[in-house]
């Protein structure tokens, strides 16, 4: 655990000192914001690259405060059913899934300096899109997800959580595996989609596979609190 907590600072501070480093370097006009044909709309000061950076540990330490409360749950849980789990898999998870995220904030902000360092005015002349990297990322992270998501303890921060998963621990132990095998899915799909398909496309089909997942994953913890409710 320390070393994922030691790389996720990392991925969490890195934006910020490749940006400072690279700040001296940048124009002092950049493209601060694209409009949906992929065209600059609005230049702004190179310093206003610093704000995703600052977003990103202000995420980081969101994420790791919900990685301690997660636990505190699970502990909590584990007192009253005297169990001897030590309540940290909820903890791993969220900040496993953290990592993830963070990785995608670091790979945006490459992308972004890019962009500045340039002044990119056209977003479609770049080899890679904005939009396809975006959710190439999340299709990734929808897989890790999935994979572990089966081994999270009831709680209300991360995982398939609704009032009928949360009902006991059965519902709430099937609903994770379940929601755990359609993450799996999904993200395979946006995957494949952000490979296929131009900015649009993959926006829209994207959307349209997420949406799909939740409404099945919670019909489905709707059905095993009707079931063992």
């Known amino acids: 655990m320390k070393t ?21 370097l940048l124009p002092d006009q950049i ?7 992929n065209q600059v709309d609005r230049w702004g000061s190179k310093y206003e690259s610093l704000i995703f950076p600052l977003l990103t540990i202000l995420f ?3 994420m790791m405060a919900m990685a301690k409360y997660a636990a505190k749950q699970e502990k ?3 007192d009253s059913d005297s169990g001897d789990n030590n309540g940290t898999n909820n903890e791993k998870v969220t900040v496993i ?4 995220t963070l990785l995608l904030f670091n790979l945006m902000t490459f992308y972004f300096l890019y962009t500045d360092f340039h002044q990119v005015e056209n977003l479609s002349e770049l080899p890679v899109n904005i939009t396809n990297l975006v959710f190439a990322c999340l299709g990734l992270l929808l897989i890790v997800c999935g994979n572990i998501m089966p ?12 009032t009928w998963s949360r009902k006991n621990e059965i519902t709430w132990k099937k609903s994770q595996k379940f929601g755990g095998i359609t993450f799996i899915i999904s993200g395979i799909l946006i995957t494949a989609v952000s490979l296929m398909t131009r900015a649009g496309a993959c926006l829209l089909w994207s959307m349209l596979i997420l949406i799909a997942d939740a409404a099945v994953s919670i019909w489905y913890s709707w059905r095993m609190a009707k079931k063992y409710g």
């Open 4 to 24: 994922k907590k030691w790389l996720y600072y990392t991925l969490m501070l890195l934006p910020l000192a490749a940006t400072l480093i690279a700040l001296p």
């Open 31 to 37: 493209p601060a914001h694209y409009g949906a044909d």
């Open 60 to 62: 980081g330490f969101f």
């Open 76 to 78: 909590s849980g584990n």
């Open 97 to 100: 899934t953290g990592l993830c």
């Open 151 to 162: 081994k999270l303890k009831n709680n209300s921060v991360i995982g398939l959580r609704t």
